[in-house]
């Protein structure tokens, strides 16, 4: 990448050096800085209008057309002072961590009755010296964004006054080059997001096999020539209830209730004061592991299924000794039944869609024993058992070396970005 042919000194500590001819000034003297106070309601004496909220800044880089926009109301002074037009900055001045604060998006074009709403800065350059395209993509710099995160103030929740916005440094290229700089960084980081998401796509499609391969393996075993019969029959003829979920299962499988297999049994109540971050015993909830804790409940290796709350019906499995509390169902085998064949078998039945209605979504285990079950014989759960997990382990290590190259891609984003609006790198 080539470099600029002289530098000086910013005198910012944060930028460094700049290239010779670059300018620092405030942003207060290169643009309107002013924070929202437009709100969510509506009311009758007002003019209908669409508000580009919070949400709609902190998720999107670009703010367009052919977003949703909630409809409110507003007065005239305030449409006025905050409708938002083509190369506005817009940008969260609220948090409830400082870390993730003065996140910016850029409006792509004039919006017809757009107005910026409150928990917002809005940053209008004058585009004579500074144009809104290039400040976005310095409110992507991390170390320009650092400033914010330490003037963020609160408690609970965390906030910028309007003179951290408008008091910040800016170095100023010329509008040619921030012209060049934003077009360059709109192809460079759309590129890398492009590649990004064919990535985040393969892990799903990844996701998607494994869980392919589980439903199969549980259901019709790994014998792909196996003869299959209907599951709705036993294998003494008998009809059975509750399992038209299943289709077709290998001929010599059986079918068993739940209860025969495994006994089920809530876990154990313990209070919040005992769960803490390091100690002897993990402790298990419905939705896996939450802590440590002196003393055990259970001993050997068994499957829990959360049991309340919108995810119960997840499984994890649970190893030696720990606590499981009373928010998880303990499945114990009676026989040696393969633990993943178990596991990974109620996973794919979906236990969630037994749970019952109430404030708070449960499973009843009377009703969970209760389920009817295909059942391979112990020889043959062991093979399913292995498959599954041998398929496993190949996917999860091509996730995660996936997640790697999706991370190095996004630092290569953050570095880039960082280099090219501070002057580190040449791009006119």
């Known amino acids: 990448m080539k470099k600029y042919p002289k530098y000086k000194p910013s005198d910012v500590e944060w930028i460094g050096e700049i290239p010779e001819h670059w300018e620092i000034n405030r942003l207060k003297y290169e643009a ?24 709609d800044v902190y998720k999107n880089e670009f703010i367009d057309e052919s977003m949703n926009f909630m409809e409110a109301t507003a007065t005239e002074d305030e449409i006025r002072r905050f409708k938002i037009v083509k190369g506005d900055v817009l940008v969260t001045k609220d948090s409830e961590t400082p870390d993730d604060i003065a996140n910016p998006a850029l409006v792509k074009n004039d ?212 606590w499981a509390s009373e928010h998880a169902i303990v499945v114990s085998r009676f026989n040696k039944d393969n633990i993943i064949w178990l596991g990974e078998l109620l996973r794919v039945m979906n236990l969630n869609q037994y749970s019952i209605s109430a404030a708070q979504p449960g499973l009843s285990v009377e009703r969970i024993q209760n389920l009817f079950i295909p059942y391979p014989a112990v020889e043959e759960q062991q093979e399913i058992g292995k498959h599954i997990e041998t398929h496993s382990q190949r996917i999860e290590c091509t996730v995660a070396k996936i997640m790697k190259e999706i991370k190095l891609l996004q630092e290569y984003r953050t570095a880039l970005i960082s280099e090219v609006v501070t002057g580190k790198i040449k791009v006119i």
């Open 32 to 55: 309107l800085v002013q924070s929202s106070n437009v709100d969510k309601k509506s009311n009758e004496d007002e003019k209908d209008v669409l508000l580009c909220n919070y949400m």
């Open 111 to 322: 919006l017809e009755n757009v107005v910026c709403a409150y928990h917002l800065t809005q940053i209008r350059p004058t585009r004579k010296k500074l144009y809104g395209e290039y400040l976005f993509r310095l409110f992507q710099e991390h170390k320009f964004n650092g400033q914010f995160q330490v003037n963020a103030n609160g408690v609970t929740r965390f906030g910028l006054s309007i003179s951290s916005f408008s008091d910040a440094y800016i170095p100023l290229p010329t509008t040619d080059e921030q012209t060049s700089i934003a077009n360059y960084l709109d192809k460079k980081t759309a590129q890398i997001d492009q590649l990004i998401a064919k990535k985040q796509q393969l892990i799903e499609l990844l996701k998607e096999e494994r869980t392919a391969i589980i439903n199969y393996a549980v259901t019709k075993g790994i014998d792909p020539h196996v003869k299959l019969k209907p599951s709705g029959l036993s294998a003494c003829g008998h009809a059975q209830a509750g399992i038209e979920w299943l289709g077709d299962i290998p001929e010599h499988w059986e079918i068993k209730k739940l209860k025969y297999v495994a006994n089920l049994k809530s876990g154990d109540s313990i209070s919040a004061d005992n769960i803490r971050q390091e100690d002897e015993y993990p402790v298990y909830v419905g939705n896996g592991l939450r802590g440590f804790t002196s003393d055990y409940s259970h001993e050997g290796e068994l499957v829990l299924i959360g049991r309340q709350g919108a995810l119960c019906g997840n499984i994890n499995y649970a190893k030696g000794k720990f």
